[in-house]
């Protein structure tokens, strides 16, 4: 993505008008995680501020979990698949779980999988039109829910999870 | 809002087609903060978790901050004048002063705060065209930034600080 353009939220090359304007969002706010975790070393990524934390490792692995549920929702109708759970169960989990598992990654590892995840996220909706974006499912209370919002919730779960690793860092920073 | 409609990004009543996906997600977003805020006590409200932090009461207040000062900017073409800096600086600053300022409301005054903040918002933003969204400003950098960006930067931010609010809920309930 050009940075010259970052601050704009409008249609993009490759991509049908709305879905243009809802990839400029996504990028916006990953440059954002990308900032927020910039440096960081093993004892940082690592770090539990306390018995219930995750690690800003843990988040950043989450952010590309959610994405690929979401990916799995979105573009093929389904859940994670068996293969799928078994590379992102700790990382959707959190908790207790991933304070266990997740750890002793540096920083790269953390940042190849936001890419590889993301990279499939782009070139499957690069292939949808913007109609797609309207299609909804509905829960049992007959709430709907469109493909517009499960994507606007990926990014907005990634910018919550970023106000965390924001203050995380200044707590590793500072103990570590 | 139509709480059933809540997880639709879609158009809207009221606002042209483009507006009306944004004022949809900021919906969301609004109802999201309220829901991590909801039944919370003077206690919880002022809880400084460390002598750097800042309380959930500020962070509400810097949420409805934030929004006057987008008004200012995108519908005005301004910054904040004398008696709204009077009005939001201590929230839009956070930090020493907000801990010394903002303290001791109750639930009901931080929204009723993001409450007004968001009718004058819904009320210019109906007013306009969707083209207004791609209107934009440059940085001495030469960066643009439009409209859309400017909203999408708005609950953005809320959503950043209600990362922190909801991490800030569960420690303060835990200590006060």
Redesign the interface.
Known sequence: MS????????EMPGFTP?IG?LVS?MN??RSTTLAAVAGLGLNELDYLHDP?SNSIGALLSHIAAAEAGYQAATFYARDLNEEERLEWGASLDLGERARREIRGHELDYYLRRLEQTRAKTLEELGRREDQW??E?TSFGS?????N??KW?HVF?HE??????I??LR?LATERT
Chains 1, 2 share one sequence.
Do not use: C, P, S, T
Not at 3 to 10: C, F, G, R, S
Not at 159 to 164: A, E, I
């Open positions: 940075e010259k353009d970052l601050l704009l939220i409008a709305q304007r969002m916006y706010v219930q974006l309207n909804h007959g709430q709907r829910v469109n517009y919002f606007f907005g910018l919550n999870h970023r106000g965390q924001r203050w200044r």
